[in-house]
């Protein structure tokens, strides 16, 4: 039979060593650990240059978010191709895959000349969010960035 100074060490022990598994090693990501719970509404990240009239992410957000079925979204605009994260309202998960056909044909209509990859999936959603964090904190240069969002992008096409 155990006394009870050695339960007591040992649940304290335990404890301990699941408060130091929670850590999260030094980096804050404020936004994304909350971004699956609620509405985040990110501004869209633009990697390329482009003249500040030729911008197409934020039209692209505004047409993403006038879908009555999506409540969120977060857009990654690269050099040649623009990510589209996304959120659907609870009720409307049975239709997903419609909805992602019908927002990507609504936008391959509307700027034939950008590729989309249109995705619900919320590690997507996640990593553009936490794309967006390092660039706003400067964790990241803009060669890095690029990589990173080459990385979402093989995700995605992982995925499907």
Known sequence: MLTKSIKITVIAAFLFMFAACSYDSGKEHDESDTALIKTTSPPPIEL?????????????RKEVLNMDEIYDAAIIEGD??????????????????KIEKDLTKKLNKKYPEDKFIV???????????????DLDDDNLSNDEASKRFKKIIRLKEEMT
């Not at 995705?119 to 964090?133: H, V, W």
């Open 119 to 133: 995705s619900s999936d919320y590690k997507i959603f996640l990593e553009a969010i936490r794309l967006k964090e």
């Open 80 to 97: 040649k191709e623009i990510i589209v994260a996304y959120k659907v309202k609870h009720f409307q998960r049975f239709r997903m895959k």
């Open 48 to 60: 390329k240059e482009r003249e500040e009239d030729d911008s197409v992410a934020y039209q692209v």
